[in-house]
Protein backbone atom coordinates (compact mmCIF):
# COMPACT_ATOMS: atom_id res chain seq x y z
CA UNK A 1 0.00 0.00 0.00
CA UNK A 2 2.75 2.33 1.06
CA UNK A 3 4.67 1.20 -2.25
CA UNK A 4 1.47 2.37 -4.22
CA UNK A 5 1.44 5.67 -2.89
CA UNK A 6 5.23 7.43 -3.21
CA UNK A 7 5.29 5.77 -7.31
CA UNK A 8 4.11 9.25 -8.20
CA UNK A 9 6.46 11.07 -6.04
CA UNK A 10 9.12 8.73 -7.03
CA UNK A 11 8.12 9.48 -11.01
CA UNK A 12 8.62 13.08 -10.06
CA UNK A 13 11.61 13.12 -8.64
CA UNK A 14 13.22 10.72 -11.19
CA UNK A 15 12.01 11.71 -14.36
CA UNK A 16 15.25 12.79 -16.19
CA UNK A 17 16.79 9.69 -14.55
CA UNK A 18 14.44 6.65 -15.72
CA UNK A 19 17.68 4.24 -14.98
CA UNK A 20 17.03 4.87 -10.86
CA UNK A 21 14.43 1.92 -9.87
CA UNK A 22 11.86 1.76 -7.38
CA UNK A 23 13.95 -0.64 -4.96
CA UNK A 24 17.24 1.28 -5.74
CA UNK A 25 15.14 5.01 -4.65
CA UNK A 26 14.08 3.74 -1.50
CA UNK A 27 17.45 2.34 -0.60
CA UNK A 28 19.05 5.38 -0.96
CA UNK A 29 16.20 7.51 1.05
CA UNK A 30 17.30 5.68 4.09
CA UNK A 31 20.74 5.33 3.76
CA UNK A 32 21.50 7.83 6.42
CA UNK A 33 21.47 6.80 10.03
CA UNK A 34 18.67 8.29 11.96
CA UNK A 35 18.78 9.86 14.52
CA UNK A 36 16.57 12.22 17.01
CA UNK A 37 18.16 15.30 15.75
CA UNK A 38 17.90 14.34 12.14
CA UNK A 39 13.96 14.00 12.54
CA UNK A 40 13.83 17.27 14.03
CA UNK A 41 13.43 18.19 10.89
CA UNK A 42 11.12 15.86 9.55
CA UNK A 43 8.12 17.42 10.68
CA UNK A 44 5.51 15.23 9.29
CA UNK A 45 7.79 11.99 9.47
CA UNK A 46 7.56 9.21 12.03
CA UNK A 47 9.97 6.64 13.41
CA UNK A 48 8.29 3.78 12.07
CA UNK A 49 9.04 2.68 8.31
CA UNK A 50 5.82 1.51 6.98
CA UNK A 51 4.19 5.39 8.89
CA UNK A 52 7.28 6.97 7.92
CA UNK A 53 6.67 5.90 4.41
CA UNK A 54 3.20 7.27 4.36
CA UNK A 55 3.60 10.47 6.41
CA UNK A 56 6.38 11.02 3.68
CA UNK A 57 3.92 10.53 0.87
CA UNK A 58 1.32 13.09 2.27
CA UNK A 59 4.06 15.53 3.08
CA UNK A 60 5.81 16.09 -0.53
CA UNK A 61 2.02 15.41 -2.31
CA UNK A 62 1.31 18.88 -0.48
CA UNK A 63 4.57 20.04 -1.49
CA UNK A 64 3.34 18.63 -5.22
CA UNK A 65 0.29 20.67 -5.05
CA UNK A 66 2.01 23.97 -3.40
CA UNK A 67 4.50 23.92 -6.45
CA UNK A 68 1.38 23.53 -9.26
CA UNK A 69 -0.33 27.28 -7.50
CA UNK A 70 2.18 29.64 -6.32
CA UNK A 71 3.68 28.41 -3.06
CA UNK A 72 3.87 30.90 -0.77
CA UNK A 73 1.53 34.49 -1.47
CA UNK A 74 4.06 37.34 -1.94
CA UNK A 75 3.25 39.01 1.07
CA UNK A 76 6.73 40.89 0.95
CA UNK A 77 8.05 38.94 4.36
CA UNK A 78 11.51 39.92 4.32
CA UNK A 79 12.47 36.80 6.76
CA UNK A 80 10.48 34.54 4.32
CA UNK A 81 13.13 36.09 1.30
CA UNK A 82 15.81 35.63 4.01
CA UNK A 83 15.08 31.97 5.05
CA UNK A 84 15.10 30.79 1.37
CA UNK A 85 18.19 32.79 0.56
CA UNK A 86 20.29 31.54 3.21
CA UNK A 87 19.08 27.66 2.22
CA UNK A 88 19.82 27.99 -1.29
CA UNK A 89 23.04 30.19 -0.71
CA UNK A 90 24.29 27.91 1.45
CA UNK A 91 23.65 24.65 -0.71
CA UNK A 92 25.31 26.93 -4.07
CA UNK A 93 28.32 28.47 -1.93
CA UNK A 94 31.77 27.29 -4.10
CA UNK A 95 33.64 27.57 -0.62
CA UNK A 96 31.12 25.66 1.98
CA UNK A 97 33.20 23.26 3.78
CA UNK A 98 30.44 21.06 4.34
CA UNK A 99 29.01 18.42 1.47
CA UNK A 100 25.57 18.04 0.96
CA UNK A 101 24.11 14.33 -0.28
CA UNK A 102 21.68 14.26 -2.70
CA UNK A 103 18.99 12.69 -0.05
CA UNK A 104 20.09 15.45 2.58
CA UNK A 105 19.54 18.69 0.28
CA UNK A 106 16.22 16.74 -1.61
CA UNK A 107 15.08 17.04 3.05
CA UNK A 108 16.57 20.68 3.45
CA UNK A 109 14.62 21.46 0.41
CA UNK A 110 11.19 20.94 1.66
CA UNK A 111 12.00 21.66 5.10
CA UNK A 112 13.16 25.18 3.60
CA UNK A 113 10.04 25.37 1.85
CA UNK A 114 7.37 24.27 4.21
CA UNK A 115 9.63 26.86 7.19
CA UNK A 116 8.78 29.56 4.43
CA UNK A 117 5.29 29.11 4.52
CA UNK A 118 5.01 28.97 7.78
CA UNK A 119 7.27 32.10 8.71
CA UNK A 120 4.89 34.20 5.97
CA UNK A 121 2.06 33.13 8.33
CA UNK A 122 3.59 34.00 10.92
CA UNK A 123 1.89 37.68 12.55
CA UNK A 124 6.09 38.64 12.95
CA UNK A 125 8.13 39.96 10.09
CA UNK A 126 11.98 40.39 10.44
CA UNK A 127 14.82 42.11 8.70
CA UNK A 128 18.05 39.63 8.11
CA UNK A 129 20.90 40.78 7.12
CA UNK A 130 23.27 38.95 5.22
CA UNK A 131 27.40 38.90 5.89
CA UNK A 132 30.42 38.24 4.29
CA UNK A 133 32.83 35.99 5.10
CA UNK A 134 35.48 38.91 5.42
CA UNK A 135 32.74 40.82 7.46
CA UNK A 136 32.63 38.37 10.65
CA UNK A 137 36.09 37.57 10.29
CA UNK A 138 36.84 41.64 11.36
CA UNK A 139 34.07 41.19 14.14
CA UNK A 140 35.58 38.26 15.45
CA UNK A 141 39.09 39.75 14.81
CA UNK A 142 39.72 36.41 12.96
CA UNK A 143 37.99 34.03 15.34
CA UNK A 144 40.19 34.69 17.76
CA UNK A 145 40.48 32.32 20.72
CA UNK A 146 40.02 35.18 23.04
CA UNK A 147 36.23 36.33 21.10
CA UNK A 148 35.21 32.66 22.09
CA UNK A 149 32.27 33.02 24.60
CA UNK A 150 30.52 29.26 23.73
CA UNK A 151 30.86 25.82 22.27
CA UNK A 152 28.41 23.55 21.68
CA UNK A 153 28.47 19.81 20.19
CA UNK A 154 28.56 21.18 16.23
CA UNK A 155 29.20 24.78 17.06
CA UNK A 156 31.29 27.64 18.49
CA UNK A 157 29.98 31.18 19.55
CA UNK A 158 32.17 33.97 19.32
CA UNK A 159 31.81 37.52 20.45
CA UNK A 160 32.09 40.03 17.87
CA UNK A 161 31.60 44.01 16.89
CA UNK A 162 30.22 44.77 13.53
CA UNK A 163 31.28 48.03 11.76
CA UNK A 164 28.08 49.70 12.83
CA UNK A 165 29.77 48.68 16.54
CA UNK A 166 27.09 46.62 17.27
CA UNK A 167 27.94 43.70 19.52
CA UNK A 168 26.79 40.43 18.46
CA UNK A 169 26.99 36.46 19.17
CA UNK A 170 28.27 34.70 15.71
CA UNK A 171 27.60 31.07 15.89
CA UNK A 172 29.60 29.04 13.35
CA UNK A 173 29.42 25.20 12.51
CA UNK A 174 31.97 23.32 12.73
CA UNK A 175 34.27 22.10 10.16
CA UNK A 176 33.37 18.35 9.55
CA UNK A 177 30.04 17.99 10.74
CA UNK A 178 28.02 15.12 10.57
CA UNK A 179 24.87 15.67 8.76
CA UNK A 180 22.56 15.25 11.37
CA UNK A 181 24.22 18.19 13.01
CA UNK A 182 23.77 20.15 9.85
CA UNK A 183 20.17 19.55 10.25
CA UNK A 184 20.46 20.52 14.03
CA UNK A 185 22.23 24.29 12.87
CA UNK A 186 19.28 24.51 10.12
CA UNK A 187 16.49 23.88 12.47
CA UNK A 188 17.90 26.58 14.80
CA UNK A 189 17.77 28.91 11.94
CA UNK A 190 13.89 27.74 10.91
CA UNK A 191 12.50 28.33 14.64
CA UNK A 192 14.94 31.07 16.00
CA UNK A 193 13.11 32.63 11.91
CA UNK A 194 9.22 32.32 13.85
CA UNK A 195 10.11 34.10 17.22
CA UNK A 196 9.52 37.40 18.28
CA UNK A 197 9.19 37.62 22.61
CA UNK A 198 11.09 39.20 24.70
CA UNK A 199 12.57 36.56 26.08
CA UNK A 200 13.86 34.38 23.52
CA UNK A 201 16.71 35.04 21.33
CA UNK A 202 16.53 37.06 18.42
CA UNK A 203 18.51 36.90 15.47
CA UNK A 204 20.45 39.79 13.56
CA UNK A 205 21.71 37.61 10.38
CA UNK A 206 23.46 34.84 9.23
CA UNK A 207 26.45 34.03 6.17
CA UNK A 208 27.36 31.29 3.98
CA UNK A 209 30.52 32.51 2.62
CA UNK A 210 33.31 30.10 4.01
CA UNK A 211 30.74 27.77 6.22
CA UNK A 212 27.43 28.65 7.74
CA UNK A 213 27.04 31.47 10.51
CA UNK A 214 24.06 32.58 12.57
CA UNK A 215 24.23 36.05 14.14
CA UNK A 216 22.11 36.99 16.74
CA UNK A 217 22.04 39.54 19.38
CA UNK A 218 24.35 39.78 21.72
CA UNK A 219 23.49 40.30 25.38
CA UNK A 220 25.87 41.78 27.64
CA UNK A 221 25.31 40.07 30.75
CA UNK A 222 26.27 36.17 29.35
CA UNK A 223 24.71 33.71 30.60
CA UNK A 224 22.78 33.23 33.77
CA UNK A 225 24.91 29.52 34.52
CA UNK A 226 28.30 31.37 34.31
CA UNK A 227 26.56 34.54 36.33
CA UNK A 228 25.00 31.98 39.02
CA UNK A 229 27.94 29.50 39.68
CA UNK A 230 30.99 31.61 37.89
CA UNK A 231 31.19 34.86 39.08
CA UNK A 232 31.65 36.53 42.23
CA UNK A 233 28.75 38.54 41.28
CA UNK A 234 26.58 38.37 43.58
CA UNK A 235 22.46 37.87 42.33
CA UNK A 236 20.21 39.52 44.35
CA UNK A 237 16.78 37.81 44.91
CA UNK A 238 14.87 40.54 43.05
CA UNK A 239 16.98 39.99 39.73
CA UNK A 240 16.52 36.05 40.44
CA UNK A 241 12.63 36.77 40.83
CA UNK A 242 12.92 38.31 37.42
CA UNK A 243 14.88 35.65 35.31
CA UNK A 244 12.55 33.12 36.76
CA UNK A 245 9.17 34.91 35.19
CA UNK A 246 11.03 35.94 32.34
CA UNK A 247 12.17 32.47 31.47
CA UNK A 248 8.61 31.35 32.47
CA UNK A 249 7.15 33.65 30.12
CA UNK A 250 9.13 32.66 27.41
CA UNK A 251 8.67 28.61 27.78
CA UNK A 252 4.95 30.12 27.59
CA UNK A 253 5.31 31.31 24.40
CA UNK A 254 7.05 28.44 23.04
CA UNK A 255 4.95 26.02 24.38
CA UNK A 256 1.31 27.85 23.36
CA UNK A 257 1.96 31.33 21.65
CA UNK A 258 3.79 29.95 18.15
CA UNK A 259 2.34 28.58 15.05
CA UNK A 260 3.53 25.32 15.95
CA UNK A 261 4.25 23.79 19.40
CA UNK A 262 8.26 24.22 20.33
CA UNK A 263 9.94 22.19 22.82
CA UNK A 264 13.42 23.20 23.38
CA UNK A 265 14.47 20.09 25.06
CA UNK A 266 17.46 21.80 26.49
CA UNK A 267 16.69 24.31 29.00
CA UNK A 268 19.30 24.76 31.38
CA UNK A 269 21.21 28.06 33.50
CA UNK A 270 23.41 28.40 30.83
CA UNK A 271 20.95 28.34 27.71
CA UNK A 272 19.23 31.55 29.61
CA UNK A 273 21.28 34.80 28.45
CA UNK A 274 21.30 38.03 30.16
CA UNK A 275 20.71 41.68 29.29
CA UNK A 276 21.45 44.54 30.51
CA UNK A 277 18.76 44.94 32.92
CA UNK A 278 19.21 41.03 33.71
CA UNK A 279 15.77 40.45 31.80
CA UNK A 280 16.38 36.47 30.48
CA UNK A 281 16.51 35.18 26.61
CA UNK A 282 16.04 31.47 25.77
CA UNK A 283 18.33 30.42 23.22
CA UNK A 284 20.10 27.82 21.67
CA UNK A 285 17.38 26.11 19.49
CA UNK A 286 19.47 23.32 18.05
CA UNK A 287 17.80 20.11 19.93
CA UNK A 288 13.90 22.09 19.60
CA UNK A 289 11.40 20.12 18.67
CA UNK A 290 8.45 20.80 16.80
CA UNK A 291 4.99 19.35 17.31
CA UNK A 292 2.07 19.54 15.32
CA UNK A 293 -0.97 20.61 16.31
CA UNK A 294 -2.46 17.25 16.28
CA UNK A 295 0.39 15.29 17.38
CA UNK A 296 0.14 14.50 21.52
CA UNK A 297 4.64 13.54 21.40
CA UNK A 298 7.27 12.69 20.09
CA UNK A 299 9.70 9.36 20.45
CA UNK A 300 12.90 9.98 20.62
CA UNK A 301 15.76 7.47 20.16
CA UNK A 302 18.73 9.02 20.56
CA UNK A 303 19.30 11.20 24.05
CA UNK A 304 20.54 14.36 23.69
CA UNK A 305 20.41 17.28 26.39
CA UNK A 306 22.32 17.90 29.66
CA UNK A 307 22.73 15.51 32.43
CA UNK A 308 20.92 16.73 35.58
CA UNK A 309 17.62 18.58 33.54
CA UNK A 310 16.49 15.37 31.90
CA UNK A 311 12.77 14.38 32.82
CA UNK A 312 11.85 10.75 33.70
CA UNK A 313 10.00 9.87 31.08
CA UNK A 314 12.44 11.37 28.12
CA UNK A 315 15.25 9.23 29.85
CA UNK A 316 12.92 5.87 30.07
CA UNK A 317 10.80 5.98 26.90
CA UNK A 318 12.20 9.70 24.79
CA UNK A 319 8.82 11.12 24.93
CA UNK A 320 9.41 14.62 24.03
CA UNK A 321 6.79 17.31 25.09
CA UNK A 322 6.09 20.27 26.89
CA UNK A 323 6.24 18.29 30.17
CA UNK A 324 10.15 17.80 29.70
CA UNK A 325 10.65 21.39 29.37
CA UNK A 326 8.74 21.88 32.73
CA UNK A 327 10.44 19.36 34.39
CA UNK A 328 13.99 21.02 33.22
CA UNK A 329 12.37 24.18 34.29
CA UNK A 330 11.71 23.07 37.87
CA UNK A 331 15.34 22.39 37.68
CA UNK A 332 16.28 25.73 37.05
CA UNK A 333 14.62 27.09 39.56
CA UNK A 334 16.42 24.95 42.26
CA UNK A 335 19.53 26.58 40.85
CA UNK A 336 17.79 29.98 41.44
CA UNK A 337 16.88 28.81 45.02
CA UNK A 338 20.05 27.09 46.29
CA UNK A 339 22.66 28.48 44.15
CA UNK A 340 23.65 24.98 43.51
CA UNK A 341 24.36 22.96 40.20
CA UNK A 342 22.08 20.79 38.39
CA UNK A 343 24.77 18.39 38.83
CA UNK A 344 27.73 19.11 41.26
CA UNK A 345 31.48 18.52 40.73
CA UNK A 346 31.19 15.16 42.35
CA UNK A 347 27.92 14.06 39.68
CA UNK A 348 25.64 14.53 42.73
CA UNK A 349 21.94 15.70 41.20
CA UNK A 350 20.27 18.62 42.71
CA UNK A 351 16.79 17.36 42.08
CA UNK A 352 17.98 14.09 44.23
CA UNK A 353 19.43 16.55 47.08
CA UNK A 354 16.36 18.91 47.67
CA UNK A 355 13.46 17.05 47.10
CA UNK A 356 13.71 15.31 50.73
CA UNK A 357 13.81 19.33 51.64
CA UNK A 358 11.16 20.49 49.21
CA UNK A 359 8.82 17.59 51.12
CA UNK A 360 9.29 19.21 54.36
CA UNK A 361 9.36 22.83 53.10
CA UNK A 362 12.76 23.38 55.20
CA UNK A 363 13.39 27.03 53.42
CA UNK A 364 16.27 27.65 55.33
CA UNK A 365 18.12 24.60 54.47
CA UNK A 366 17.38 25.27 51.00
CA UNK A 367 18.16 29.18 50.46
CA UNK A 368 21.29 30.01 48.71
CA UNK A 369 23.10 31.01 51.52
CA UNK A 370 24.83 33.78 49.62
CA UNK A 371 20.91 35.59 49.66
CA UNK A 372 21.90 36.00 53.42
CA UNK A 373 17.97 35.83 54.08
CA UNK A 374 17.57 39.01 52.15
CA UNK A 375 14.46 37.80 49.70
CA UNK A 376 10.70 37.93 50.17
CA UNK A 377 9.66 35.65 51.97
CA UNK A 378 6.33 35.12 50.25
CA UNK A 379 8.03 35.31 46.86
CA UNK A 380 10.31 32.19 48.30
CA UNK A 381 7.05 30.17 49.12
CA UNK A 382 5.78 30.57 45.65
CA UNK A 383 8.82 29.67 43.99
CA UNK A 384 9.99 26.54 46.11
CA UNK A 385 5.85 25.19 45.92
CA UNK A 386 6.13 25.60 41.64
CA UNK A 387 9.70 24.14 41.82
CA UNK A 388 8.49 20.97 43.87
CA UNK A 389 5.43 20.70 41.39
CA UNK A 390 7.79 20.80 38.51
CA UNK A 391 9.65 18.11 38.93
CA UNK A 392 7.15 15.66 40.03
CA UNK A 393 8.48 12.02 38.49
CA UNK A 394 4.78 11.95 37.25
CA UNK A 395 4.69 13.95 34.21
CA UNK A 396 0.43 14.17 34.93
CA UNK A 397 1.16 16.18 38.40
CA UNK A 398 3.34 18.62 36.77
CA UNK A 399 1.35 22.13 35.60
CA UNK A 400 1.69 23.33 31.86
CA UNK A 401 3.59 26.65 31.87
CA UNK A 402 0.28 28.88 32.14
CA UNK A 403 -0.26 27.69 35.34
CA UNK A 404 3.55 27.52 36.46
CA UNK A 405 3.36 31.66 35.70
CA UNK A 406 0.11 31.78 37.92
CA UNK A 407 1.74 29.89 40.51
CA UNK A 408 5.43 32.06 40.20
CA UNK A 409 3.16 35.05 41.04
CA UNK A 410 1.02 33.66 43.73
CA UNK A 411 -2.03 34.02 41.31
CA UNK A 412 -5.02 31.21 41.70
CA UNK A 413 -5.43 29.13 38.51
CA UNK A 414 -9.25 31.57 38.03
CA UNK A 415 -6.51 34.90 37.66
CA UNK A 416 -3.86 32.84 35.27
CA UNK A 417 -6.88 30.91 33.34
CA UNK A 418 -7.12 27.14 33.15
CA UNK A 419 -5.62 25.07 30.38
CA UNK A 420 -9.32 24.60 29.07
CA UNK A 421 -10.20 28.25 28.97
CA UNK A 422 -9.60 28.27 25.18
CA UNK A 423 -9.44 26.22 22.39
CA UNK A 424 -6.18 27.18 20.78
CA UNK A 425 -4.59 26.42 24.28
CA UNK A 426 -6.23 23.06 25.14
CA UNK A 427 -5.11 22.11 21.79
CA UNK A 428 -1.48 22.99 22.95
CA UNK A 429 -1.90 21.84 26.35
CA UNK A 430 -2.67 18.14 25.31
CA UNK A 431 -0.04 16.33 25.67
CA UNK A 432 1.25 12.28 25.80
CA UNK A 433 2.33 12.68 29.28
CA UNK A 434 -1.19 13.38 30.63
CA UNK A 435 -2.47 10.12 28.66
CA UNK A 436 0.03 7.80 30.57
CA UNK A 437 -1.62 5.36 32.19
CA UNK A 438 1.89 3.31 33.49
CA UNK A 439 2.50 6.48 36.14
CA UNK A 440 3.87 3.45 37.82
CA UNK A 441 7.63 3.37 35.92
CA UNK A 442 8.15 7.09 36.92
CA UNK A 443 9.13 5.50 40.73
CA UNK A 444 12.89 5.56 40.23
CA UNK A 445 14.40 9.42 40.06
CA UNK A 446 17.57 7.91 41.52
CA UNK A 447 18.07 5.61 38.86
CA UNK A 448 17.10 7.76 36.15
CA UNK A 449 18.87 10.61 37.09
CA UNK A 450 22.14 9.40 38.19
CA UNK A 451 24.35 9.84 34.98
CA UNK A 452 26.17 6.56 35.31
CA UNK A 453 22.90 4.93 34.89
CA UNK A 454 22.69 5.80 31.35
CA UNK A 455 24.90 7.98 29.01
CA UNK A 456 24.03 11.19 26.44
CA UNK A 457 25.73 13.58 24.71
CA UNK A 458 26.65 16.91 26.61
CA UNK A 459 25.28 20.17 24.83
Same mark, same amino acid.
Given at each position: ?230 ? %? ?87 ? %? ?21 ? %? ?115
Amino acid at each position: MADQEIVPIRRRKHAKNPSIGTQTYQKLAFSFPCSTSAQDLRAYETEQKDREYETETEAETKVVKYEEKPLIKKSGSKTSWGWRRFVKLWKKSPIKRIPVPKVVSRRISRISRQNSFDIDNSPFKYTWKTFTYPQLKTATNNFSPENLIGKGGYSEVYKGCLANEECVAIKRLNKGVPEEDVFNFLSEIGIIAHLNHPNTARIVGYGVEGGAFLVLQLSPLGSLGAMLHNS %DTKLEWSKRYKIMLGVAEGLHYLHECCERRIIHRDIKADNVLLSEDFEPQICDFGLSKWLPKHWSHHNATKFEGTFGYFAPEYFMHGIV %DEKIDIFSFGVLLLELITGRQAL %DESKNSLVLWAKPLLDKNAVEELVDPCLENEYVAEQMGWVISTANLCIQQSPVLRPQMNQVIGLLRGESNEKRGSPKSGKKQASHQRTYSEELSYVDEYNSTKCLIHPNNRHAPFH
